[in-house]
């Protein structure tokens, strides 16, 4: 059972680590500037989203 666990996380961990090289080739070629753009979008879909659950659940 120990061997499934350590199986289970060793492939959550490649994944994350094979997105993040992902991440990383498609900031080299877009470039720092569209990376950031990406960023303040994500945030601000964030920040709407916690919005709208906060008024949800204040209903």
Known sequence: MGELIMEAFNNVIQRELAEEDAVRDEIK????????????????????LRRATKERDEQ
């Open 29 to 48: 070629q877009r470039g720092t500037y569209w990376a950031a753009s990406e960023i303040w979008k994500l945030r601000r879909q964030v920040a709407s």
